[in-house]
C-alpha cells in the first residue's frame, strides 16, 4: 500500500501552546482527511480537504491540503488538555476501489 | 443508530478459540473497512467491502481470518485458532462513496479483543 509518513510521531506540550504536524507522501492525492482517537474510541473525523492549497479550520484547529497534493498539516493553536489523544492523517488517491491510506499518527500529550 | 456500531465492546477469549465481531455500519453507507490497532499502534487495514463488489482482502494476515457482509449492511470478522497476537482493537469504518476521491470515514468504537 502507500506510504503516509507522518510526524512527529509524538509531542509532550504545555498547555496553552501550538501544535503543528503533518503527512507527506510520495503520491498525488485527492483528499486529506485528519482523525483524532480518544483513548478506548475509534478515530474521529476533525477536518476533510479536497482541494490543493485548501485551508480549512475547524474551531482551534486548521489544516492545509498542499500544493503539491502529496502532503497535509494540521495546526493546533492554544492547547487545552482535551486535545490529548492520537491524530491521524489520511490520504485517498484518486483512483481505484480501495484507495484511502492512513498515516501511522501523531501521539500528543498536553502537560497542564 | 446513527453511527457505526460495533459488538461486542469487549471480548475475551482462549487461545485457540474462535471469534466473531460484528459491525453495524451507518444505514446507507456503500463502503465498510476492518481495521486492527494494536495497543499505541496506527491503523492496520485488514479488508474492505463496496457495494457488490469482490471485497479487497489484501490486508488480512493470515487464513485464520475471514469477513463476511450480509445484504450489504452488517459486517462479521472472524478470528479462527486465536492466537494471543491476535490481541488488539478491531475498528470497523464506513463510508459512502459518492464522488471518486471525496470520502469521508466513519468509525466505530471498536472491540477491544484479549486472547489469554
Known amino acids: 500500500g502507500q506510504q503516509l509518513n507522518q510526524s512527529p510521531q509524538s509531542m509532550f506540550i504545555q498547555e496553552g501552546e501550538d501544535v503543528s504536524m503533518n503527512c507527506t507522501s510520495s503520491?498525488?492525492?485527492?483528499?486529506w482527511l485528519w482523525y483524532k482517537q480518544d483513548p478506548g474510541e475509534g478515530p474521529v473525523l476533525l477536518i476533510a480537504l479536497y482541494k490543493a492549497g485548501e485551508l480549512t479550520s475547524n474551531g482551534r484547529l486548521t489544516a492545509q491540503f498542499g500544493i503539491t497534493r502529496k502532503d497535509s498539516f494540521l495546526n493546533i493553536s492554544a492547547s487545552i488538555p482535551s486535545d490529548v489523544g492520537i491524530y491521524f492523517c489520511a490520504g485517498q488517491l484518486p483512483t481505484g476501489a480501495n484507495n484511502l491510506f492512513f498515516g501511522t499518527g501523531t501521539r500528543l500529550t498536553v502537560i497542564p | 443508530g446513527a453511527g457505526v456500531s460495533q459488538s461486542p465492546s469487549n471480548k475475551v477469549t482462549e487461545k485457540g478459540k474462535d471469534v466473531e465481531l460484528r459491525c453495524d455500519p451507518i444505514s446507507g453507507h456503500t463502503a465498510l473497512y476492518w481495521y486492527r490497532q494494536s495497543l499505541g499502534q496506527g491503523l492496520e487495514f485488514l479488508i474492505y467491502f463496496q457495494g457488490n463488489s469482490a471485497p479487497d482482502k489484501s490486508g488480512l494476515p493470515s487464513d485464520r481470518f475471514s469477513a463476511e457482509r450480509t445484504g450489504g449492511s452488517v459486517s462479521t470478522l472472524t478470528i479462527q485458532r486465536t492466537q494471543q497476537e491476535d490481541s488488539a482493537v478491531y475498528l470497523c469504518?464506513?463510508?459512502?462513496?459518492?464522488?471518486?476521491?471525496?470520502?469521508?470515514?466513519?468509525f466505530g468504537s471498536g472491540t477491544q479483543l484479549s486472547v489469554l
Open positions: 469504518a464506513s463510508s459512502l462513496k459518492i464522488n471518486r476521491g471525496r470520502e469521508k470515514l466513519f
Open positions: 503520491s498525488i492525492f485527492n483528499t
